[in-house]
């Protein structure tokens, strides 16, 4: 009597899946990589205008999480998690504008020891995506931008 050995495959969705995610992780790299280089030489209107994506369909939360998650993961690539917030946060507003979640970008000053200090976030909801809003309680916000990259009032 022979005894067959079943070995567990991953599932063609499964695949499929990885394979998707890996290409949108590359797409992703590539314009993240294009905005630390363009932040420091396109004013800061043109640039948000530049990365505000029309929605391509009704808002969808699973598309946002996972997409978040990407480039979250592509921010800790770097290395540099303290001083890359304002490419990870257009990346952001990108990806989540193309999702229909309607992001706010956010950027926003501190006085710490003397120093001022600057951030940029993005909001959906008027919460927070990425940091705690614990950390983000001692920034003003200076600039704000909503749908089309146009500048809110206030």
Known sequence: MRWAVYIPLPSDRRIVRRLKT???MARLLIMYIVLALLKHLVPLTWLVRW???PPVGPRDREAEWR?????????RLTGLPDRDCLQRSLLLYRVLSQVGAEPTLVVG???TNGRLQGHAWVTVDDCSVVE???ELVGFSPALCFGL???LLPG
């Open 51 to 53: 990365v505000w994506c």
């Open 22 to 24: 890996g290409f949108i």
């Open 67 to 75: 997409l978040t998650s990407i480039v979250l993961r592509l921010s």
């Open 132 to 134: 705690p809003e614990a």
């Open 109 to 111: 000053f501190q006085k």
């Open 148 to 150: 089309r990259g146009e």
